[in-house]
């Protein structure tokens, strides 16, 4: 028995305090200048029908304590009767706890004429004459046509419940006598609390407008609409439409977000008898993954930093997640170590880029012969580009790719009767080992239109010796680097250029000029070259040509082996520099002239080159212009 007391003493206690908790916001006074909330907390009197819930349950922000509201003329009036700014219509701002400012039709320029044409409630209803209302035609969201036009006459007809929503019906007008709903929607003078539902949403019979004493029973479960989230709102499913706050005994809810935000959790929950399928979901902003061709990345979870990044990133990275860039091989590379990139407030705390693989030779797979100049390995110098002419696609000169829109060459190669030629006359092709166009072997071939060729201004051609031979050439279609195309290295460094032209460097060169035999090379051929002083240059060469080593020539070759012939122009010599254990070949000379006799090529001779050093301004102005 003492036990069994003890237990109803223990259960008793409990409740009360439940019962305690429960009533104790109803025991505070709030002052004259405050509103009292149903739940007992008080906010400035102000607060009531501003179009904000102020009060903790929303009470201040009812359908029945609003919807005798007057609004001034400059103000727009909710749905269920608050007044807010009319400013703040349509402005993708939530501002009446309905959302009825951003769903009226004029925010999704609906100027369609609103008259209700339904006879289903005419008593004392009055109509426009100017409307006939046997031409109105109601059309649902979901396509479904109705014979009558019925919208926002209090009782669902869409399959969807399309026609009585706060989208639909927030601009409607209900002429008096008539009771207008919580959505807007109309019903006849006498639906407020007759004990029928006439309000698609119930509103004409709710509780607090309706003031009636019920019956002590226990309450049944029920789900009461959640606010709506922060950045977001939902809809009703089915032919439901209501508020936060509102009560219904099972429901749908559709979840969206404002732009740039995302929903965290699922877009549709379900709620049965107070149930709810799943946790409320949240809207987050987020960062938009950076596109660039030289990086690739992956993810990690934003609540877990420590998660092993290897998850593929989705477009859409969350507020909070980090993500961990690397570069894409193998043809990208970074000098310095990739930190990881963080969203924070939809923008990233740092972006990051790879460079090109400058100046790498290719893979020596795929050898073929070798000779004087002997033959190049395929892929071997995948900065060396084919320079065709006209319809004909005749092999022209040569070229080395130093962007992927950028090609260097020889001024020459444009030049013609004293003026430069049409670049609509060239094409350019990249990754090409075959001399011959459209070659069938030739299976990581390139193919660009050149949009502009641009030569220094003191360029004369022959009649100035070929100073300033050089032009750079803009590309219509960008090259996509690949083991077979990728760019050459390039810096003005003087003390760099200085350290790899002096006597005894060799350098790399390659083209499908003419051999010595008077044949052209239908394999591309690669040369090693030494860099040859000037003096001993013109020392070496017949005394008509030493007039082309004019100051922004330097000289490379063999008295007696390998040169450069015919068509051979324009091609780059590069040489190598070791760079944190990588060898790269950087881009010192463009191919000028060659001094031999005729069209043939002789090999006992020695080529010239323009000095990219000394055309530093020329190039890098270029550069830091073509992509504006």
């Known amino acids: 028995m003492i036990l069994f007391n003890l237990k109803t003493f223990v259960i008793v206690l409990f409740v009360t305090s439940c019962v305690f908790a429960q009533h104790r916001y109803r025991k505070k006074t709030c002052r004259k200048d405050e509103f009292r909330c149903k739940n007992g907390a008080c906010v400035p009197l102000t607060s009531q029908c501003n179009g904000k819930a102020d009060c903790p349950d929303g009470s201040d922000e009812t359908f029945p304590l609003c919807r005798n509201n007057t609004c001034s003329i400059d103000e727009f009036r909710c749905t269920y009767g608050a007044c807010i ?42 109509y426009s004459p100017a409307v006939d209302c046997r031409s109105l035609r109601q059309t649902c969201d979901d396509g479904q046509v109705l014979k009558e036009p019925t919208r926002c006459d209090g009782h669902v007809d869409c399959a969807d419940g399309s026609d009585e929503t706060v989208a639909r019906c927030a601009e409607a007008e209900c002429v008096p006598p008539l009771f207008r709903c919580a959505y807007g929607g109309c019903a006849h003078p006498r639906a407020a609390c007759d004990g029928v539902r006439d309000c698609a949403d119930g509103s004409d019979e709710m509780q607090d407008l309706c003031d009636r004493i019920l019956p002590a029973t226990t309450p049944k479960p029920i789900c009461i609409l959640p606010a709506y989230p922060e950045n977001g709102r939902y809809t009703l499913g089915g032919n439901s439409t209501g508020a936060p706050g509102q009560m219904f005994p099972s429901v749908v809810l559709k979840y969206s977000c404002d732009p740039q935000h995302v929903i965290v959790g699922s877009n549709t929950l379900f709620c049965y008898l107070g149930q709810w399928s799943q946790d409320f979901p949240e809207c987050s902003r987020y960062c938009t993954l950076p596109k660039h061709d030289s990086v690739e990345y992956r993810c990690s979870s934003p609540d877990d930093e420590t998660l092993d990044p290897t998850i593929a990133c989705e477009e859409q990275i969350l507020d909070g997640a980090t993500i961990y860039p690397r570069c894409r091989q193998p043809v990208y590379y970074s000098p310095v170590d990739l930190l990881p990139m963080r969203c924070e407030n939809g923008t990233w705390d740092r972006m990051v880029t790879c460079v090109a693989d400058c100046g790498r030779l290719g893979d020596p797979a795929d050898p073929l012969l070798l000779g004087s100049g002997r033959e190049a390995r395929r892929n071997e110098l995948p900065w060396h580009v084919a320079i065709f002419k006209g319809t004909s696609h005749e092999q022209w000169c040569s070229g080395t790719i130093i962007r992927n829109n950028v090609v260097i060459s020889a001024a020459h190669c444009f030049w013609s009767q004293g003026r430069l030629l049409s670049p609509t006359n060239f094409v350019v092709a990249a990754g090409k080992l075959y001399r011959t166009w459209g070659h069938p072997n030739d299976s990581n071939v390139q193919i660009s239109d050149i949009r502009e060729i641009r030569v220094p201004d003191r360029f004369q051609g022959a009649a100035t010796n070929y100073q300033d031979d050089i032009s750079l050439l803009t590309l219509v279609s960008d090259l996509v680097y690949t083991q077979h195309v990728r760019p050459v290295c390039i810096d003005f460094d003087y003390e760099a250029d200085s350290r790899q032209l002096k006597v005894f460097s060799v350098g790399k060169v390659a083209g499908w000029g003419v051999t010595e035999e008077g044949r052209f090379s239908e394999v591309l051929r690669v040369a090693d070259m030494p860099y040859v002083s000037v003096p001993d240059c013109l020392t070496d060469i017949a005394e008509e040509y030493k007039a082309y080593i004019t100051g922004d020539k330097f000289c490379a070759g063999y008295k007696n082996g390998i040169a450069l012939c015919l068509r051979d122009s324009g091609g780059g010599l590069t040489f190598p520099a070791r760079e944190r254990g990588t060898y790269r070949h950087y881009l010192r000379g463009v191919a000028s002239t060659a001094f031999h006799a005729g069209s043939y090529c002789s090999n006992n001779t020695i080529t010239s080159f323009t000095h990219l050093l000394t055309h530093q301004l020329f190039v890098q102005e270029y550069l830091l212009n073509v992509n504006k």
């Not at 039709?105 to 609906?110: G, K, Q, S, T």
Request: negative net charge; glycine residues 0%; hydrophobic residues 25%.
């Open 85 to 126: 700014d009319l400013s703040l219509r349509c402005d993708e701002k939530q501002d009446c706890v309905d959302n009825s400012d951003e769903l009226v039709p004029l925010c999704r320029n609906d100027f369609t004429d609103f008259h209700i044409c339904e006879e289903r409630i005419i008593e004392e209803r009055q």
